[in-house]
């Protein structure tokens, strides 16, 4: 093991080198060839791996604006040939899978704004549309036999309603809608409508006013999406359709649920699947869930994996049949979901992978002895190995860079890497993990010009005896006779984990330091990647102890003696913008501060954003109850508004309703009368994830912003 991690330590030491020797600085339109890697696959003889790839290339409509565009490419295993691609980039395509034969391809493609799922023989001809459901068509799956493709389709409420197919009796589901002043949900109508009719008539008017948008009406809980208010439930349903053109669908699944994670078990006879526990209750009211089987052919449900108030989750079935990993959780506290085996063999015996980390993907040796995974850690996401025998992880790959996209064949494993050198190359390797070998060179071609920063890694012990881990990147073109502005860079979630392996701030730590800056960044107490109790370290304490950590790193960094603390900035997004916030309000030691699409009043995120069970769950209640009102407004930033004279850029999308464009305009309001220093943008449209999947022109002027507003107080 020790072996293993040396190799793979000198060989990415080697190559880091190697790309630290370009002459070129970091540009912020370099943002644009960044290209992306996953859904990687093998096919099932090994020889081959299929794989997606998003990049970001000019609107073909708007030259002015870019546009994201997937692609399905083919490599080799062996690395003897390049890649190449499948399918073009003007039709995006993604979700490969191979048909057991390995002749043929299943892959999903947009057809007049739904997703289909399409054919392809890799011997040639062109792509067959194997599905036209109105409803859209997503995540393929060959049967075991190659005959049939199992794919899930996404239908809102009122189409549940009418939908003869998922929904044959035309009924009302038999939880209630909670519509005050109704015992029992209103059936489906055939009356007319007519605003100056009877009743009936009336409320036939009103049903077609909410179906052509004219007005939104909300009886559920859960009614915010990332974009815009969603007053109707959706539900995730599965169909079966044999694999040839012009075969007609059959549905797996019925009614006002949802289901999850269907999977054939290898022998082709059943599938396994998640969802609802009690199909009584309103979704809104039960978070809790099931792993339940059913025959391939369709029919009724059993009850396979079932946890009293757990939400429970299948994952992968083992080449075998005789394994499923699960996972387990509750919504209802801090946690981290716990992995689990089913044995078919021994079903009474619930067999647990120690596991203190949250894990991002699973995959299955092909004789079912071994389990991998990968887990956030340390900031980095390694592969680990679980011999069933001992149900003991082993770590096969390092802490410095990210693996995802794992899956397994006969003789290798392939990954997609994330660290300092390269965002996302393609690697094989042996099922140990041993002497990896990059067999793609999508952004390596353009990066091995390029001049790189690399991060060195630190800790210092906090108040609570945690260690804190953090790292430190000197600017680009670093001069030890110079003195550099530096940046704290601070981390969302609150339970995100930054390191070398976190591929979305990539591109902006390595522009920033191409400015001339110094960037520092932390995983403060309640992030991820440290393990359960280091996770829950924050709870009723947004504020004050995670500023004690991100503050320490600032201060370590600074305690190198190059970068100057008289031009000290610091910027971060979501929970990281609460950060920033609440650093202004309650330090002068930041020459200029930036937060982006942060959180500021947690009484009002409650009510306007949907993330408003992180409430209940970090501060132990709602903020009508008398003793939770003062930690709410303790743990404010928005309540030390008045305290804040630091020169601050605030950004938030225009639809953003994770946290909610209120937040911003209320912190933005307040200190234009206060009169303080404050710039605020908006960018239209802009959602949530701006800053990693968004417009691309308003990602980079985010980015630009930041960058012109610090050089206004940093420069002298």
């Known amino acids: 093991m020790k072996k293993t991690l040396l190799l793979l330590l000198l060989s990415g030491s080697l190559f880091s080198l190697k790309a630290q020797q370009g002459t070129q600085a970091i540009t912020v339109t370099d943002m644009t060839r960044i290209k992306q890697i996953n859904s990687v696959t093998f096919s099932h003889s090994g020889k081959q791996i299929a794989f997606r790839v998003t990049s970001i290339v000019p609107d073909e409509t708007n030259k002015a604006e870019y546009a994201y565009r997937n692609q399905i490419w083919l490599v080799p295993a062996d690395g003897s040939a390049p890649a190449r691609p499948l399918t073009t980039v003007a039709l995006s395509s993604g979700q490969p899978a191979w048909s057991p034969d390995d002749s043929e391809l299943a892959f999903t493609r947009v057809v007049k704004g739904k997703t289909q799922v399409f054919i392809m023989a890799l011997n040639g001809g062109e792509p067959i549309q194997l599905t036209n459901d109105s409803h859209g068509a997503s995540m393929p799956q060959w049967s075991p036999d ?84 969603e007053p109707d439930f959706n539900f995730n349903h599965y169909m079966v359709i044999d694999a040839k053109a012009g075969a007609k669908e059959k549905p797996l699944t019925f009614g006002f649920h949802s289901y999850n994670g269907a999977t054939f078990t290898p022998d082709g006879k059943s599938i396994i699947l998640t969802g609802m526990a009690d199909t009584t209750l309103n979704p809104d009211r039960s978070r809790t869930s099931t792993v339940y089987t059913m025959p391939a052919s369709g029919g009724s449900l059993k009850q396979l994996i079932n946890m009293p108030d757990m939400a429970v989750s299948n994952s992968s079935i083992s080449p075998s049949g005789r394994y499923v990993v699960y996972q387990f959780d509750t919504e209802k506290q801090i946690s981290i979901p716990q992995v689990a085996i089913y044995d078919f ?14 894990v991002t993907g699973f995959a299955w040796s092909k004789d079912s002895k071994f389990l991998y995974f990968t887990a956030q850690s340390n900031g980095g996401i390694p592969i680990y190995k679980v011999n069933m025998a001992t149900l003991k992880p082993e770590q096969l790959s390092s802490f410095d860079e990210g693996l995802s996209g794992l899956d397994i064949s006969k003789t290798q494993m392939a990954y997609v890497k994330t660290e300092v050198a390269n965002p996302f190359e393609l690697y094989v390797a042996d099922l140990n993990n041993k002497a990896p070998k990059r067999i793609t060179s999508f952004n390596y071609e353009w990066l091995k010009d390029k001049k790189l920063s690399f991060p060195e890694k630190k800790y210092y012990t906090n108040s ?204 933005y309001k307040a200190l234009k009368v206060l009169n303080r220093p404050v710039e605020y943008v908006q960018h239209p449209g802009g959602t949530h994830e701006l800053s990693r999947s968004g417009n691309v022109r308003q990602r980079i002027d985010q980015m630009l912003r930041i960058y012109e507003f610090f050089e206004r107080y940093i420069t002298h």
């Open 345 to 358: 063999q021994n079903p009474g015996k619930k067999l647990l992978i120690p596991v203190d980390r949250i």
């Open 464 to 667: 609570k005896g945690l260690k804190v881990e953090y790292w430190v990147m000197k600017p680009t073109n670093f001069d030890q006779n110079k003195k550099y502005p530096l940046m704290l860079q601070i981390h969302g979630g609150p339970t995100a984990m930054w390191g070398p392996g976190e591929s979305s701030m990539w591109h902006e730590y390595q522009f920033f330091c191409a400015q001339g800056y110094g960037v520092v960044y932390s995983n403060p107490r309640g992030s991820g990647g440290y393990g359960l109790d280091y996770t829950k370290a924050n709870y009723q304490d947004w504020g004050t102890g995670p500023t004690e950590d991100v503050l320490a790193a600032l201060d370590g960094a600074l305690a190198e003696g190059w970068g100057d603390k008289d031009r000290t900035v610091a910027t971060g997004g979501s929970y990281a913008g609460y950060l920033t916030a609440w650093l202004a309000g309650h330090t002068k030691r930041f020459a200029a501060i930036s937060s982006q699409r942060g959180v500021y009043d947690l009484t009002t995120f409650f009510g306007e954003g949907n993330a408003w069970r992180l409430v209940p769950t970090y501060f132990g209640g709602y903020p009508w109850d008398e003793n939770i009102k003062p930690i709410l407004a303790r743990e404010s930033p928005f309540t030390y508004v008045n305290q804040i004279t630091t020169p601050y850029l605030m950004l938030h999308g225009e639809t953003d309703l994770r946290t909610g464009i209120v937040q911003g305009e209320m912190m």
């Open 146 to 229: 190659g005959s049939k493709i199992l794919y899930s389709v996404n239908l809102s409420y009122p189409e549940m309603l009418k939908d003869s197919i998922l929904n044959p009796e035309r009924k009302a589901p038999y939880w209630t809608v909670e519509k005050p002043g109704f015992k029992t949900n209103l059936p489906p109508s055939k009356t007319k409508k007519n605003a100056n009719g009877n009743l009936d008539e009336i409320r036939a008017f009103l049903t077609q006013d909410e179906a052509d948008s004219k007005v939104k009406v909300f009886n559920k809980l859960n009614f915010e999406g990332e974009a815009s208010t």
